[in-house]
């Protein structure tokens, strides 16, 4: 799907957090507009949210429960869930020992979250680095080797 980026902007969302409760959460959005002509709010996960919502809050755990059985501070729990932490190497390891996965699992959602973030950052600027082809080409065709 042709994708065109009109807006980036961080900003905060309300959502329904259950019982009447209402949570705040930072967000990286994008405002797109398809082939079709239709706009559209992209939202941009970081692997705290697939944390979060794919793992934690299924199964009735917090944040401070899984910070305790994996062995690591509550607080860099809760910075992976609000996405301005990274899960490292080390956490990777642990979540996958604690929800019987890899660690190469939680790496690459880390990874994948990190070039996403990467590739919007740079989808508005008319940021132009030449392949190597084409480097190698322009000094071929002007003599220099």
């Avoid at 992209?42 to 949210?49: A, N, Q, R």
């Avoid at 996965?101 to 600027?125: G, P």
């Amino acid at each position: 799907m042709l994708e065109l980026y009109l807006f980036w902007g961080k900003g905060t969302s309300t959502r329904e957090k259950g019982k009447g409760k209402r949570e705040k959460r930072r967000e990286s959005s994008q405002i797109i507009i398809n082939r079709e002509g239709n706009m559209a709010k992209k939202i941009l996960i970081s692997s705290g949210d697939i944390l979060k919502e794919e793992y934690l809050d299924p199964m009735g755990i917090s944040a401070y429960r899984l910070a305790r059985e994996i062995g690591v501070s509550t607080s860099l729990i809760s910075q992976i869930i609000h996405g301005t932490t990274a899960i490292s190497t080390d956490v990777a390891w642990r979540l996958g020992q604690f929800f019987d996965t890899s660690a190469q699992y939680w790496l690459n959602i880390q990874a994948s979250c990190d070039s996403r973030k990467v590739e919007d950052k740079y989808a508005h600027k008319n940021l132009k680095i030449s392949s190597y082809r084409q480097f190698t080409n322009i000094l071929t065709t002007s003599g220099h080797k």
